[in-house]
């Protein structure tokens, strides 16, 4: 059930980084991330009154997770701008190796060989993603877009981890999954709110316009729902973190094929290797459960 629920985000997630990278197309970064943290907390604003608080024993942890989670969205918004959505998903994908390391290291997780067959391939496909970048001019060692990209993944994948100690009964500390999504937007929104009156406003004449569009609203809507399946996920009996991570990344199923058809992106056949090992990746560790 777990697998199938990670699954179900991993296909959300796709949606949503579409929307993303039409909504940020010659806008402002900041205005844009702000309205998505608003309007995340918005529709979580209901569901908050169901769920303890905890007071600051809780919430502390919570404020934590709000940090790594914006300081990766405002990397990551920076380098999907400014590169091509058929080179930050496999980027992305990369993410759940990153988890691996960590879930091994902390919670002592283990993976089986045809597990362990889907992680090599992934690392594999980031190798070829770099041949196929310098098709286009981008070099990952000193592109600032890359880096981004690649500082976003990195949080990410603490951040991943940091939800499995979070939730998890037996080695973490338990909380409920439903208090950790609505508090954690909130605080997000708060941060961006400041950010955006004491950053962006002063220099927003100097700086990219900002453009309102709907779609905008599409991205909070696909990322809320998929972080709550992504969620609960986690929260039932034998989830494991790495192979959760790692299925979520199947997002760039979806971002690569409505990327290749709404933005007409180049050198798609090069791409379409390391889009091929992703998946293929994905299979292994279904056989792997």
């Known amino acids: 059930m777990w697998l199938a629920l990670a699954f179900v985000s991993a296909a959300l997630l796709g949606f949503y980084d579409v929307c993303k990278k039409y909504s940020l197309r010659n806008n402002a970064v900041i205005p844009i991330l702000f309205l998505n943290t608003l309007f995340c907390s918005i529709i979580f604003l209901p569901l908050a009154f169901q769920t303890p608080f905890g007071g600051w024993e809780m919430q502390r942890y919570i404020l934590l997770k709000a940090c790594i989670v914006?300081?990766?969205?405002?990397?990551?918004?920076?380098g999907i701008k400014n590169l091509p959505i058929t080179i930050v998903?496999?980027?992305?994908?990369?993410?759940?190796?990153?988890?691996?390391?960590?879930?091994?290291?902390?919670?002592?997780?283990?993976?089986?060989?045809?597990?362990?067959?889907?992680?090599?391939?992934?690392?594999?496909?980031?190798?070829?993603?770099?041949?196929?970048?310098?098709?286009?001019?981008?070099?990952?060692?000193?592109?600032r877009w890359i880096l981004c990209t690649v500082g976003a993944a990195v949080l990410g994948a603490i951040s991943g981890l940091y939800d499995k100690y979070l939730m998890a009964t037996e080695s973490g500390l338990g909380l409920p999954r439903l208090t950790v999504q609505c508090y954690?937007?909130?605080?997000?929104?708060?941060?961006?709110?400041?950010?955006?009156?004491?950053?962006?406003?002063?220099?927003?004449?100097?700086?990219?316009?900002?453009?309102?569009?709907?779609?905008?609203?599409?991205?909070s809507v696909f990322l809320s729902v998929a972080d709550y399946v992504y969620f609960y996920s986690l929260s039932l009996d034998g989830a494991l973190i790495s192979v959760v991570s790692m299925v979520r990344r199947s997002s760039v199923l979806v971002s690569f094929m409505l990327g290749a058809l709404l933005f007409h992106e180049k050198n798609l056949r090069s791409k379409a290797v390391d889009l091929a090992l992703v998946l293929l990746s994905m299979i292994l560790l279904w056989l792997g459960q």
């Open 89 to 143: 998903g496999p980027i992305n994908a990369t993410r759940p190796v990153m988890v691996l390391v960590g879930a091994l290291i902390i919670f002592g997780e283990r993976l089986n060989l045809w597990q362990w067959a889907g992680v090599l391939l992934a690392i594999l496909s980031f190798f070829l993603l770099s041949r196929s970048g310098k098709k286009e001019g981008i070099d990952f060692k000193h592109n």
């Open 184 to 219: 954690y937007n909130f605080y997000q929104c708060i941060m961006m709110g400041a950010m955006l009156l004491l950053i962006w406003w002063p220099k927003r004449k100097e700086s990219t316009p900002f453009k309102w569009r709907w779609n905008i609203l599409l991205i």
């Open 70 to 78: 914006l300081s990766s969205w405002l990397l990551g918004y920076i």
